[in-house]
Nanobody
Framework: QVQLVESGGGSVQAGGSLRLSCAFS????????MAWFRQAPGKEREFVAA????????YYTDSVKGRFTISRDTAKNTVYLQMNSLKAEDTAVYYC???????????????????WGQGTQVTVSS
């Protein structure tokens, strides 16, 4: 059973940076596309970024383009989300997700993903 464990959340002032990590428990890491979602209080879970399993192509929601970078380290079975120039509206619980997809594209809706982490809180104060 795949387990995902996030770390790296915390509190930061606007304009600051954080790096989230998500450790994948199995050796099948390279078979999965990986994504980050976030959920603010009273809102639905939304897509933030994803990275494909083979090509390493990354995808971002418009509001984080140019500020966030998703990457994966196959040797460490870990996916990262580097978050720079943080804004108050980035405040949310951030979730790591893993999905097995046959196509080259990576879905942006939560229901497509097979496994989820427990979430890590990111709080940005203005």
């Amino acid at each position: 059973q795949v387990q995902l464990v996030e770390s790296g959340g915390g509190s930061v002032q606007a304009g600051g940076s954080l790096r989230l990590s998500c450790a994948f428990s199995e050796r099948t890491f390279s078979s999965y596309a990986m994504a980050w979602f976030r959920q603010a209080p009273g809102k639905e879970r939304e897509f933030v970024a994803a990275i494909s399993r083979s090509t390493g192509i990354s995808y971002y929601t418009d509001s984080v383009k140019g500020r966030f970078t998703i990457s994966r380290d196959t040797a460490k079975n870990t996916v990262y989300l580097q978050m720079n120039s943080l804004k108050a509206e980035d405040t949310a619980v951030y979730y790591c997700a893993a999905g097995l997809f046959t196509g080259v594209s990576v879905p942006r809706y939560p229901g497509a993903y097979n496994y989820w982490g427990q979430g890590t809180q990111v709080t940005v104060s203005s």
